[in-house]
């Protein structure tokens, strides 16, 4: 079962650079999730998508744009990188019901030099 | 807004310890509680969870109790393995919507 699958892994750019992170779910789900993971700030959510066609900023959106490309796919874009910019980023997606739990993707380490 | 609050780590247990880790949340209406673990280099994993009020999670000897009158959902083990070692998060989903709030993470170390 894959489940949701982020690519890539592992990424370096420079800063003013841009990339897109990748996101695909193959559970159904209508609901779709990108955070953000610092040391001592635990996980912060960026973007959402709480259903085909519609996106919303969560805590932390500036600096990032979001395509909720079809029911699978959920990406999240980079314009131009910032060393703020550098953590750990997950994926996830949820069935719409509230009390269902997230399913995770393995996570991008993205480093901004 | 909605929030969660969770102890600061990391925790420092030597196998067989009791373990608590606390977590107390700010939401309005009635929120799904969860705990989730994430392993090195792993994303998160649903540990338990606990949908309304007294509601009892449950899962690989973790246990945690919904308590609406303390907004409280603390984690608890009789005893605590080497492999228990991970980061530990605390979150809810809000009733009526669409977003997962999480905690900041207790890292827990279990020594032999």
């Known amino acids: 079962n894959a489940g949701v699958t982020q690519t890539p892994k592992f990424q370096v750019l420079k800063t003013g650079q841009s990339m897109t992170l990748q996101c695909a779910q193959d559970?159904?789900?209508?609901?779709m999730y990108w955070y953000r993971q610092d040391p001592g700030m635990g996980l912060r959510l960026i973007y959402y998508?709480?259903?085909?066609?519609?996106?919303d900023k969560g805590e932390v959106p500036n600096g990032y744009n979001v395509s909720r490309l079809n029911k699978r796919e959920f990406s999240l874009r980079l314009e131009s990188a910032a060393p703020s910019q550098t953590s750990v980023y997950f994926c996830?997606?949820?069935?719409?019901?509230?009390?269902?739990?997230?399913?995770f993707g393995q996570g991008t380490r993205l480093t901004v030099v | 807004g909605n929030s969660v609050t969770q102890m600061e780590g990391p925790v420092t247990l030597s196998e067989e310890a009791f373990l608590t880790i606390n977590c107390t949340y700010t939401a309005t209406g009635y929120p799904s509680l969860f705990w989730y673990v994430q392993y090195p280099g792993e994303g998160l994993q649903l540990l338990l969870k606990?949908?309304?009020?007294?509601d009892k999670g449950s899962n690989k000897g973790f246990e945690a109790t919904y308590r609406k009158e303390t907004t409280s959902f603390h984690l608890e083990k009789g005893s605590v393995q080497v492999s228990d070692s991970a980061v530990y998060f605390c979150a809810l989903s809000e009733s009526g919507g669409f977003k997962t709030i999480f905690g900041a993470g207790t890292r827990l170390f279990v020594k032999a």
């Open positions: 559970m159904n789900h209508n609901s």
């Open positions: 996830a997606s949820r069935a719409r019901a509230p009390d269902t739990e997230a399913f």
């Open positions: 998508s709480a259903s085909e066609g519609t996106t």
């Open positions: 606990a949908t309304k009020a007294d």
